[in-house]
């Protein structure tokens, strides 16, 4: 079954560029999404297709997906950016996600 | 703007089965796919599967034999029946609305399986 792997925490300091990788076979083929959670809360859309930026989400975030590595990159980063992460893609008609990593903000 | 809600009960017995509904609220539920996602310590986030409008239904190979998946588009309401569960099924079930992303969700409801 095909898998995503992201690391499990990322670490960056105020108003510093975070990067967040999730990596797949061959996932440059395929639409990626990214999820930001915060404690205590549901899932919210941060990125679809690769690298579109849903109504409402700050234009600190962007995405991108070549080969078998897609990454979310957080400009200027903010405590308030301080959660879990997921990637996801479509798989022979199946919701894959990542298994998640911690941004923590110091 | 679309809201989702899950509703059914917290506890569940072992062998019993789980029964699950999200009721939509501020869209219809045309042109759309409905879904169900579960979040555990163990397994991480999970898609469980979806029902779209025009009634066709999909879910993750690894729990199919024990999923069913329906709509009520007249009660704006769709929902989840997981059979034979065990305590691997403990987890924070959601609905969420998709297409090719899941760009609504539902707060969650947590569910234990426990005698």
Known sequence: SYELTQPPSVSVSPRQTARITCSGYELGDKYVCW???????????????????????????????????????????????????YCQTWDNGIAIFGGGTTLTVL | ???????????????????????????????YHWDWVRQSA??????IGRVSFSGNT???????????????????????????????????YYCARADHSFDSWGQGLLVTVSS
């Open chain 2, 58 to 92: 999909n879910s993750n190979p690894s729990l199919e034999s024990r999923v069913t998946l329906s709509m009520d588009a007249s009660k704006s309401q769709f929902s989840l029946t997981l059979t034979s569960v065990t305590a691997a099924d403990t987890a924070t």
């Open chain 1, 35 to 85: 999820y930001q959670q915060k404690a205590g809360q549901s899932p919210v859309l941060v990125i679809y297709q690769d690298k579109r930026l849903p109504s409402g989400i700050p234009a600190r975030f962007s995405g991108s997906n070549s080969g078998n590595t897609a990454t979310l990159t957080i400009s200027e980063t903010q405590a308030l950016d301080e959660a879990d992460y």
């Open chain 2, 1 to 31: 703007q679309v809201q989702l809600q899950e509703s059914g009960p917290g506890l569940v017995k072992p062998s019993e089965t789980l029964s699950l509904t999200c009721a939509v609220s501020g869209a219809p539920m045309t042109s």
């Open chain 2, 42 to 47: 163990g397994k991480g986030v999970e898609w």
